[in-house]
């Protein structure tokens, strides 16, 4: 999951007040249209948000290869992150229309299960992208990041970077409770060889993943720990608010600041040093994976199943030995955004 | 009131004359919560009471403080002002784009975005006079539309800025070599200083307060009431865009996502600061305090090594605190 619209969680409680006012505007917003006709096969796709770069990149994708396989592509979107019940109703606006296949990127992993399983009990295929549900089962397949593993590629790279140097981490965190957000975390302190006590930890701060609340509390942790030699960030905005902060005390320790995302904002920001590596995910291959097994399943009946990591790869122009990366020039080129 | 002057018959002069001054000031009770917890802080960790940190804890509240200032104008006249945050992000995403991609010069992307986020204000201000609308509406809706316009106009995108005016505000300056000050700071004490004086010295800043103690009494009284209200959400806006400078200026970086809870962050401010949610009643400089209150919080609470959700729990209860003391001490003094 993209976590640069996490920190839209807790504005949903005030847009939720604010739907009880205006009911209209919270619909969800549609491109294409109309009832499917004919043998065409058409698939849905129901996103968290259609402003979010992460999902637009997936979109597109599943887009273009809908024209390539020419199936038609209905896409869908949640008003904001967390908006589940513009996610209910956008599956259901699609098993209105006859799709064949629902591609979902769920806001909330449990609140939308009601809604799939209505589509599965009509024939449709369902498949999460970007996020399991839970349980996991609940869908036909997911085609997702490991965020355990790209927290775990995030933290072995932070902690071989400091080499002989002695460990002293700030962890600035998503959105407590989150399922992204928790098994980066973890991954990130098993990779690094750490525990959540472990005293090399100096301090952690909820971001978000907002640029400007990551560098207020990276600029506060600082005060606190000026000796801070390695960070973990939960998203790319997180690590470039972290960068400002650390930036405006040049003379300081050289810092290792680690991240999670590959858009093409956070290569460039590796490229130009204002952060040492990130790790890359691939919508668009979630996206393009997604339409093949919905065509497939339609025209052949070969039903896909389980749970298919789409990669991580971490992204660096300062490589360690032992761990694998590719240099930014690879990541301008595949990243996202 | 008969219960305040027996009251008083019982107090020392002293006494009473403190409790007046705090009756009477509306800076009394952020200026008494900010030095409470400076004091607190300072004693219980080695880090905060130290030049570096109050210049960052002076920097992290530029951004939001003048949003607040804005704010305070509107509540001042009884309204509330839900899209100051908006219109603020709207504007950055302009400027930076029309100076970025758009090729503009930094001074006339600058220039368009004071003019917008005026305008928007002014938008406001022409719903809530002339169609007689409750402000909490107008600006919600405006919040929606605005919003949603960002995004639009953003796609999905955030614009870096890179030109040296319009991340002037954020350029550092050294004050006998020790002491880190930023532009940000000296164009917050003139916007305080200036909103401040029209406030308090002008018929203007009379006319504002009278408004909103009671619209309908003011009008009576000759003063042209919708004119009043109008140009106070037309400031308002214009304050809003220093706040957009500002915030280039802290981040260089226009993000249609940012500044998601900005609206209620300057409410804050504003209420810790001593401003009657009712109108007619607050000031520019309590505001400020509030600001800083809920920005040595966060600083002081993160140095004292407590995690980061406390801090939006104590900011809560000092909001409630905030109102009932307010309540207390008028209900009591006045």
Same mark, same amino acid.
């Given at each position: ?30 491109? #294409? ?61 699609? !098993? ?112 978000? #993943? ?20 390695? !960070? ?34 956070? !290569? ?33 009946? !070969? ?35 | ?12 002069? *002293? ?156 350029? *550092? ?75 280039? @200026? ?49 600083? @002081? ?28 001490? *008028?209900?009591?003094?006045?």
């Amino acid at each position: 999951m993209c976590l640069n619209k996490v920190r839209v969680r807790s504005t949903a409680l005030v847009l939720a007040a604010t739907c009880l006012a205006m009911t209209a505007a919270c619909t969800s917003e549609k491109s #294409g249209s109309g009832a499917t006709s004919g043998d065409e096969i058409a698939i849905g796709l129901v996103t968290k948000t259609n402003s979010n770069p992460y999902f637009v990149a997936l979109r597109e994708s599943a887009q273009s290869e809908s024209e390539r396989r020419g199936v038609k592509l209905i896409a869908l979107a949640g008003k904001f992150d967390g908006d589940n019940q513009g996610q209910v109703d956008a599956v259901n606006n699609l !098993v209105a229309q006859n799709v064949k296949g629902i591609l979902i990127t769920p806001s909330s992993s449990q609140g939308v299960l009601g809604a799939i399983a209505a589509a599965r009990a009509k024939g449709i295929l369902v498949i999460a992208l970007d996020t399991a549900t839970d349980p996991a089962d609940a869908v036909d397949a997911t085609f997702a990041t490991d965020n355990k593993a790209a927290g775990v590629a995030q933290g072995t790279y932070v902690r071989a970077a400091l080499d002989s140097r002695t460990p002293n981490v700030l962890l600035l965190d998503g959105t407590p409770g989150s399922t992204v957000d928790d098994q980066r975390h973890r991954g990130f302190l098993e990779g690094f060889g750490l525990t959540e006590e472990s005293p090399e930890i100096k301090g952690a701060a909820v971001t978000n #993943g907002d640029q400007t609340k990551a560098q207020t509390a990276m600029e506060n942790l600082l005060q606190r720990d000026p000796g801070v030699n390695a !960070v973990y960030t939960i998203n790319e905005p997180a690590a470039a608010g972290a960068a400002k902060a650390l930036a405006a005390r040049p003379d300081g320790e050289d810092v290792v600041v680690g991240s999670i995302d590959g858009s093409c904002t956070g !290569v460039r920001n590796v490229k130009d040093g204002r952060f040492t590596a990130t790790v890359m995910q691939f919508p668009e291959k979630m996206a393009q994976l997604g339409v093949a097994a919905v065509v497939e399943h339609a025209e052949n009946g !070969v039903k896909p199943s389980g749970f298919t990591d789409t990669g991580s790869q971490l992204i660096t122009d300062k490589p360690v030995p032992g761990v694998p990366s590719k240099d930014t020039a690879w990541g301008l080129r595949n990243c996202w955004g | 009131m008969i219960t305040t002057s027996a009251r008083e018959q019982h107090a020392s002069p *002293r006494g009473r004359a403190l409790l007046t001054w705090f009756a009477g000031s509306t800076t009394a009770g952020p200026l008494v919560a900010l030095l409470v917890a400076i004091a607190v802080f300072a004693l219980t960790t080695d880090t905060f009471f130290t030049v570096d940190n109050g210049s960052l804890i002076v920097q992290q509240v530029l951004v939001t403080g003048t949003l607040a200032i804005g704010q305070t104008l509107v509540i001042l006249t009884a309204g509330i002002d839900l899209a100051n945050a908006a219109i603020m992000v709207l504007g950055t995403l302009v400027i930076a784009r029309l100076a970025g991609e758009g090729g503009v010069p930094a001074l006339a992307a600058l220039a368009v975005g004071i003019v917008l986020c005026t305008a928007l204000g002014g938008v406001s201000g022409v719903l809530v006079t002339r169609l007689k609308l409750p402000p909490f509406i107008v600006t919600l809706g405006m919040l929606s539309v605005l919003t949603a316009t960002s995004q639009l106009y953003a796609s999905g995108q955030s614009f870096p800025v890179t030109s040296p005016l319009l991340t002037w505000l954020g350029e *550092r300056r050294y004050l006998f070599g020790q002491i880190e000050l930023t532009v940000g700071m000296g164009v917050m004490v003139l916007l305080t200083a200036g909103i401040w004086f029209a406030l308090t010295q002008t018929s203007w800043g009379r006319n504002v307060y009278a408004v909103g103690d009671d619209e309908e009494a003011t009008r009576l009284s000759g003063v042209n009431t919708k004119r009043v209200i109008l140009s106070v959400y037309l400031l308002a806006g214009f304050v809003y865009a220093i706040a957009a400078w500002q915030a280039l @200026g802290r981040i260089p970086n226009a993000d249609p996502n940012a500044f998601q809870l900005g609206n209620l962050e300057s409410i804050t401010a504003v209420v810790i600061g001593g401003t009657s949610l009712f109108g007619g009643r607050g000031s520019i400089p309590g505001t400020i305090l509030g600001a800083l209150v809920v920005t040595v919080l966060a600083n @002081g609470l993160t140095q004292a090594g407590i995690d980061s959700l406390y801090q939006q729990v104590a900011t809560g209860i000092l909001v409630i605190v905030a109102v009932a003391v307010d309540r207390l001490v *008028r209900g009591r003094a006045t």
